[in-house]
């Protein structure tokens, strides 16, 4: 009856193919048709995500493989967006760290790393780019090892398995092959080695109703739209639930209005969803990141999920330049102030309080990268701000 899920995340340093692999893997299980225009770098689809080449933001897509389906969470790769890393995480069983041949593991790889790791995630290291001149795949294979090692890994997670690939040319190996005569033609060597070694799902469908919101998203139809996975029991449309933050919280009664999935990067509605599922619901106002939803009648929280404090504050306040009002259609505070509840909804990491200095905000994020694309976006949609 039900399909079997597996869910993994993908690590990566920027520019390391992470989401030229994505794409490939989409376009090999079927997920694109063979006629369908397939936009390159599917996953990164904010318009600033796709002019630098990095996740910001963590997504999801899904594809199916000999009756498996398969949830791919894109992290992003910085340390700067830890609160979107540390949620992505707790939705999957098992980690695929993609590395350069020639590069080997860098210095933000380290940061998602060690939480998968410390969350005692089994990784899978995929050699990318091994075709390129200049790859050393068994140099970097001791690099991973020892970093492994260096953040605490234990003895199971130390026996990793090892896929060589090319994502641009869209073929995994599971032999480091010579001149490239042993390659595999496609990309069933790293699709069976996530068959094998990511752990399905244990969830008792029969057992009160656990799913964690790992992540918000809004729409203007629906309303607030949590994302998580169930740990257990069932969840159908117009089902009666309660939402309780954390073990101590008290239940808020509220009622589902649609459950839908991922299936390739879109989402289709579904008519129940089990354990391992990673689901999107509406319906429920009191929505907010780390609640579970949980059966009225026997609830069992799980326990809130721990974000990053952030390390960097600025002032936001509104532009009394001599040239203010040239740029921006938003110039007030009150729009001002408005944007930045707004991006609260779904921003985890990020904080923002009021002064004692009129339209001054205090904004604190995770570092320089997480408060420029907030101003970045900002920017781009109106607002005038100093």
């Given at each position: ?221 629906v309303g607030r739209i949590g ?43 579904a008519t129940q969803a089990g ?75 990020l904080r923002v309080k009021e ?32």
């Amino acid at each position: 009856m039900t399909l079997q899920i597996r869910n993994i995340a993908i690590i990566a340093h920027v520019d390391h193919g992470k989401t030229t692999m994505v794409d490939q893997l989409l376009r090999q299980s079927g997920t694109f048709a063979e006629h369908e225009k397939v936009v390159d770098t599917v996953m990164d689809n904010n318009a600033i995500e796709r002019e630098r080449g990095i996740t910001i933001l963590a997504k999801n897509c899904a594809v199916s493989w000999k009756g498996t389906h398969i949830n791919i969470v894109d992290t992003p790769g910085h340390a700067d967006f830890g609160g979107e890393v540390e949620r992505a995480l707790s939705m999957v069983d098992g980690v695929v760290l993609l590395i350069d041949a020639q590069e080997g593991p860098m210095p933000q790889t380290r940061f998602v790393t060690k939480k998968a790791l410390a969350l005692g995630l089994k990784p899978i290291v995929v050699v990318n780019k091994v075709d390129k001149p200049g790859s050393r795949p068994s140099v970097v294979i001791n690099q991973a090892f020892e970093l492994f090692d260096k953040l605490g890994a234990n003895d199971e997670q130390l026996d990793f398995p090892v896929v060589y690939a090319s994502g641009i040319n869209g073929w995994s190996s599971l032999v480091e092959g010579e001149q490239g005569e042993q390659w595999g033609p496609d990309m069933s060597a790293l699709f069976e080695t996530i068959l094998k070694h990511v752990p399905p799902q244990q969830g008792d469908p029969d057992a009160p109703l656990q799913l964690q919101i790992s992540a918000l998203d809004f729409s203007t139809f629906v309303g607030r739209i949590g994302v998580g996975r169930i740990s257990a029991g069932t969840i159908k449309p117009g089902m009666d639930v309660v939402v309780m933050a954390g073990v101590d919280g008290s239940p808020i009664k509220g009622r589902i209005n649609q459950v839908l999935k991922f299936q390739g990067l879109d989402r289709i509605q579904a008519t129940q969803a089990g354990p391992g599922d990673i689901v999107l619901i509406n319906g429920i106002n009191e929505i907010g990141i780390g609640v579970t939803i949980t059966d009225p009648l026997n609830p069992k929280p799980l326990p809130m999920l721990k974000v990053d404090e952030p390390t960097l504050t600025m002032n936001f306040c509104v532009n009394t330049s001599p040239l203010a009002g040239r740029e921006g259609k938003y110039v007030t505070s009150r729009q001002i102030w408005d944007r930045l509840q707004k991006e609260l909804q779904a921003n985890v990491a990020l904080r923002v309080k009021e002064t004692d200095e009129d339209g001054i905000f205090e904004v604190s994020g995770r570092g320089e990268l997480h408060l420029t694309i907030l101003l970045e976006n900002m920017r781009r949609e109106g607002y005038e701000l100093a």
